[in-house]
Each structure stands twice: as C-alpha cells, then as structure tokens.
DNA sequence: GCAGGTCATCGAAGCGCTTCGACGCGAAGG
DNA sequence: CCTTCGCGTCGAAGCGCTTCGATGACCTGC
C-alpha cells in the first residue's frame, strides 16, 4: 500500500496536478465543479500531502516550537495547561508543535530554525538576562516569549501582569480592613534565577500595601512541609499583628493552610489567605482559597496567536499583559 | 542572508554535493582529507540540513510524536519527567519530538502518520479498550505504548510492573509484621476509565496480603484533602486493627499524613505508611515517605530506546515491564 | 603489463509539493 | 465582428536533499 500523492489524486480527478494544490491551498479561484471532484478523490483516496515535500516547496513547515523549562522549581499544572492551550490553539490554525527543554539552549533553538524544522518559537520561563534573547532577535523566523526579560526591545512578551496580581492581594486584603500583612513567595531559586515574575509580584503587592498605608512584608518560601511551617511560625512570631498572608507560591498552598492550623490559627478567622495559583489548585484547598489565578490557558492561547499573526507578516505589539482575574472564596474575610 | 544550503557547502569545499551528504551521513567511505575540508566549510559557513528536503528525499523525518494525555485526573510531575526523559533521550538519537494530546485521537494520529510528519509514536496512558490501538496496528509507522491495552498483542507496550509494585508494598509491610493493611488508591474515575495500572496495583496488593495471611483492603480515593480525610478516618473506624497503609495516589499522599496527624495517630509509630510515587514527592513529605517510585524516566528512556530500534527495523519484545524499586524511609517500621 | 578489484568521488534522477507563467475560452466592449 | 479581459486550468521549474550507478585512479597478482 503505497503512499498517496497528489499525483495520483490529480490523476484520479482527471485534472493537473496544479490543480489539486490550488483546490487544497485555496490559493486561485477555482471552479465549483472541479474542487467538488478534487476534494471527492481526496476522500476517497485518503490522501494527506507530505509534510517534507510542502515544507520543502512552500517554506513553511507548519510546526512551531514549544520551549518549555523542564527543571527543577516550576508550576507543573500551570505548565501542563499551559502546553495543552498551545498545542490546542496552534492545531486550529493547523499547526502543529514541536516539544523542546530549553536546556538545549541556545544552540537547539538555532538548530531548529536554521533547519526550517519550525516556522516559529514559543519559549516559556524567559529569565531576566537570557542568553537565547540575543539570539532570538536575530533569527529569521518570529518568536513569542512568555515571560519578560531585561530589555524586551523588539521582542514579542506576553505574560500575566503579576505587579498587579500582587496588587490586587494587597488591595483585597485592604478592603477586608486588614492592617498587617505579609506574602509568602516561590522558593529562593526562583528568585536567584532571575525569572522576573516573581520578583514582580512582591513589588506590586508592596507598593499596593503601601499606598494603602499597611505594614507589608515579602519573602520567598520553599515548598516542604517543614519548611513551610518554618517560615509561617517564624512569621507569625515575628508580627503577631498579622492577620492576611498572601501565598505565591503553589506547592506551599496547601501546607501553610496545614501550618496556621496547626499554630492554633483558624483561616480565616484569625487570617486571611489569599493564594496566586490556578483555580483547581485554590478549589480544593479546605477552606478553599481566595485567589489570583494563573491563567495559563489565555497566556498560551494568546501567545500562539500572536505568533500566527507574526507568522502572516502582520505587526504584533511588544508586550502583552494580562490582567489578573480574583476569585473570592472561603478562605479571606 | 540566505540559507546556506548543501550545494553552497559542496561549493565552498570543492567537491560534489553527493560527496558532502556522504560526508554528513557516513553512509559511505571518504577520505580523511576530503571529509575534513567538507567538515571545514560546513562549520565556516554555518551550514544545517533543511529539515523538510532530507525528510522528503530520505523518507525519514527524524522527529517522533509523543501523545499524551493532557487531561484531569493525571498525575502531573510524572507525567512531566516522562516527558523530559522522552524529549532528552529522542535528541540522543538526533531525533525531535513532535507534541500532541490525546484529545486529537485516532485521526490526529493517522493524520501525522499519513503525512510523514513523523517516523514513529509515543503514546502514554492507552486505555483498557482503546480506539486508536486497531490504527496503531494498521499503521506503517511503529509505536510504542506506555501502559497496556486489553490485547497488547502484536504491540509494544512498556509499562512499571504495577502489580509488583503493589506486591513490593505488602510484602514489605509483611516483613514489618503488620498483620492488616490497606491500599487507597486513585480517584474513582481512573477505575472508571479502565487505564488497568490503578487495578493491577490493587490486584498485586491484594495477592500478596492473601499470600501473606494478612487481611487486606483495597478502595479508591479522591484527592481533596477533606476526602482523604473522611476516607482515612472510615478506615480505621472500621478497622482498629489496621497499622498498614499504602497510597497509590500521589495527590492524596500528603493528606493522608495530615489526616493521620489530625486523627491522633503516629506515622510510623501507630500506622506505617507506604506510598506509590515519584521519589521527590515521597522526599518531601513529613515524615519522609517510605515509596515504591514510579520510574518515569527510566518509562520514557526505554520506551524511545525501543522505538528507535524498532525503526532501525530491529524486532523488539512486545512487553516490557519495569521492576519497581522500594526505598525505605521514615515512614514505616 | 594487463585484467580485475578497491576506493573515493561525481552526476543525475528523483522525493512530493508549490508556484509562476502561459493558454484557451467565453463574455464584454468598441 | 474582432479585440480585450479575466477566469479556470495546465505544465514545468524548482525547493534541498539522498542515493544509485558510473567513472577514474590506483593497487594487486599472475
């Protein structure tokens, strides 16, 4: 059983071979009674064109790359919807994606391009001073990067607008009255990494608590159990006024709900929680939390977007922010 | 800046384009001179395959689609070093991967197979019953399943030996001399689905409690911790014997500690606790769980492992099932 | 010293598709 | 009635690579 070409569609049809390309790209006007007899044979004889031979002839390979930070401190979940939402959106723009970790660096990202495997690069977790950026610019093909780094000059960024997540804890918390309150972060590496989102979120929600005149603190929190109950006990010595907690940092969640439990500390009696982290996460936390959520299924959906857009030779804006959306639940009052 | 092709290479080389893809391929002799000067240029100007052209004229795209299941109830850190260890292992093999969900089904997968877009397949979490098994066998291109189908005949499959690793996780309770155990396994709708590894853990547990003498218990679990809780306390209400527990659950893992806690009963010292999860979960639990790990690395390694040998035409086993390892940690005595 | 055999290299024929220019034909315009 | 135009279709030229058969150059052995 051999593998269908468009000759033999052409063949079948009884018409050239032209004309069987022209029916499928829709490229030129094309009588309804020949695209009828074209498509007719295209059923019938299951034909799929190669992939090779319309990469190789149209120079457009319709893949896409998908760079994803397959290490050590990231947000599974948000990632995994992330990557669905990518792979999702570009199928609709009949596109498919190519999966790389980015410690293939900045080498692999030149080796698929170079290589027309890819028309276009999406990479995820770009850090503050990255060394693929120098590269990225220079590269033919498009890219879009989730994530800011230093000087997004001449990039395309899109990412959730986290100073304003951070904000909106602050602000929320404010309106409930609290005075005292403190954000509890991703763990220490994130930040040593530079990633930026991070860094951001703790801005926002200081500057927020400022201008509302609260007493706010903010520090990073790694992801045990101990750990957890470590920084929670150390800060609730530390500021016994306290009375709102923000939690950025989706791992730790659920065990700073178990350590203010455990210190006698009823959520949200005695303190507001309000977490930065996608809604599954916040719903089945007891209480369930108030939160800020990730919205890892927009950012993909609209980074793909822009990269189609940029694909089609249109001009996309430089930075892309997304506004954060928050869910009260049972866990702020 | 044009890109630079194998005839510029040829070119600047002084040699014939056949000569250079020689070169490149190895699958002729070439002088050591020749072959030098060609290696020369090709680094001099930059040179990279087209993707597309080699895939066209060689038949062989050099790129594997890797399936997977990007839906709820999955267990996501596995899912994600799964993926790592497919990606990494592929680029040994100067392969790429080519990313897709399940939710494309059987069509997605005939549509990249029909059109050449890849040499082979990568699925992950193949159902009892699954649609897209008769296509995989109908299918030119090869693949390789993770997990099993009803009827792995004529198939790949690779898989942890699921039932062991129930047996591993009595037998070492056995040892301990606990006389009555029970295993919380999966969200009911992982039975529900028929994906077979939740069932023959359970069915391994169960022998080997039988084979022991010991009275066993096996039930699904949800993940919220108020479920876990509700099902833990159950449990032992109807239990009082019961010092063993298993968790095949690796959501559920750090609520049944914190219920254990909340319920007044020591791990290990009242109730021993084993668990069926990745070794980073088991870690950084409190007390650090004693865990049969799943081996998701050592999965996604040997399953491209075979299916690299399998295009090469090599004939492989048709089953391969991964020997779980049990790592003692504080959490049983 | 020449047939026969290696070894290294070359040239050309595709691989299956897109795209460009050309062409025939009927309708519209003068 | 003849030109002009545009629509629908065709043929052919690549796209960049692999691979097969052919060709010398050189060595071996009798």
């Given at each position: 059983m051999r593998t269908v070409t468009i000759a033999d569609v052409a063949k079948h049809a009884g018409v050239a071979v032209s004309t069987v390309s022209y029916v499928l790209s829709g490229k030129r006007a094309i009588s309804a009674t020949t695209r009828q007899r074209v498509l007719d044979s295209v059923r019938v004889l299951g034909y799929h064109p190669n992939a090779g031979a319309r990469a190789l002839a149209s120079k457009r390979a319709k893949v896409i790359a998908l760079v994803l930070p397959l290490r050590a401190g990231m947000n599974l979940p948000v990632l995994m919807q992330f990557a669905t939402s990518v792979v999702t959106t570009a199928r609709q723009y009949d596109h498919d994606v190519l999966l790389m970790t980015a410690d293939e660096g900045a080498d692999g990202l030149h080796r698929v391009a170079a290589s027309a495997l890819v028309d276009g690069l999406l990479l995820m977790d770009?850090?503050?001073?990255?060394?693929r950026v120098p590269l990225l610019r220079k590269l033919a093909e498009p890219s879009v990067l989730i994530g800011f780094p230093a000087d997004p000059e001449g990039l395309t960024c899109v990412d959730l607008d986290f100073a304003r997540a951070g904000a909106l804890c602050a602000d929320h918390l404010a309106d409930l009255g609290h005075r005292e309150i403190a954000l509890l972060g991703a763990p220490r590496v994130v930040y040593e990494r530079g990633t930026g989102f991070a860094e951001r979120t703790m801005a926002g929600f200081v500057d927020a608590a400022r201008r509302h005149g609260m007493e706010a603190d903010a520090r990073p929190c790694e992801e045990s159990f101990d750990e957890v109950h470590a920084a929670v006990k150390l800060l609730l010595d530390e500021r016994p006024g306290l009375s709102g907690l923000v939690v950025h940092n989706e791992a730790a969640a659920g065990h700073v709900l178990g350590a203010l439990r455990i210190l006698g500390r009823r959520v949200p009696e005695d303190v507001s929680v309000v977490a930065i982290c996608p809604d599954d996460i916040a719903e089945r936390a007891s209480p369930a939390l108030t939160s800020v959520l990730i919205p890892a299924e927009d950012v993909g959906r609209q980074a793909v977007r822009l990269l189609m857009a940029k694909l089609e030779g249109q001009t996309v804006p430089e930075s892309t922010l997304l506004e954060p959306r928050l869910t009260i639940r049972e866990s702020s009052r």
């Amino acid at each position: 059983m051999r593998t269908v070409t468009i000759a033999d569609v052409a063949k079948h049809a009884g018409v050239a071979v032209s004309t069987v390309s022209y029916v499928l790209s829709g490229k030129r006007a094309i009588s309804a009674t020949t695209r009828q007899r074209v498509l007719d044979s295209v059923r019938v004889l299951g034909y799929h064109p190669n992939a090779g031979a319309r990469a190789l002839a149209s120079k457009r390979a319709k893949v896409i790359a998908l760079v994803l930070p397959l290490r050590a401190g990231m947000n599974l979940p948000v990632l995994m919807q992330f990557a669905t939402s990518v792979v999702t959106t570009a199928r609709q723009y009949d596109h498919d994606v190519l999966l790389m970790t980015a410690d293939e660096g900045a080498d692999g990202l030149h080796r698929v391009a170079a290589s027309a495997l890819v028309d276009g690069l999406l990479l995820m977790d770009v850090e503050i001073h990255d060394p693929r950026v120098p590269l990225l610019r220079k590269l033919a093909e498009p890219s879009v990067l989730i994530g800011f780094p230093a000087d997004p000059e001449g990039l395309t960024c899109v990412d959730l607008d986290f100073a304003r997540a951070g904000a909106l804890c602050a602000d929320h918390l404010a309106d409930l009255g609290h005075r005292e309150i403190a954000l509890l972060g991703a763990p220490r590496v994130v930040y040593e990494r530079g990633t930026g989102f991070a860094e951001r979120t703790m801005a926002g929600f200081v500057d927020a608590a400022r201008r509302h005149g609260m007493e706010a603190d903010a520090r990073p929190c790694e992801e045990s159990f101990d750990e957890v109950h470590a920084a929670v006990k150390l800060l609730l010595d530390e500021r016994p006024g306290l009375s709102g907690l923000v939690v950025h940092n989706e791992a730790a969640a659920g065990h700073v709900l178990g350590a203010l439990r455990i210190l006698g500390r009823r959520v949200p009696e005695d303190v507001s929680v309000v977490a930065i982290c996608p809604d599954d996460i916040a719903e089945r936390a007891s209480p369930a939390l108030t939160s800020v959520l990730i919205p890892a299924e927009d950012v993909g959906r609209q980074a793909v977007r822009l990269l189609m857009a940029k694909l089609e030779g249109q001009t996309v804006p430089e930075s892309t922010l997304l506004e954060p959306r928050l869910t009260i639940r049972e866990s702020s009052r």
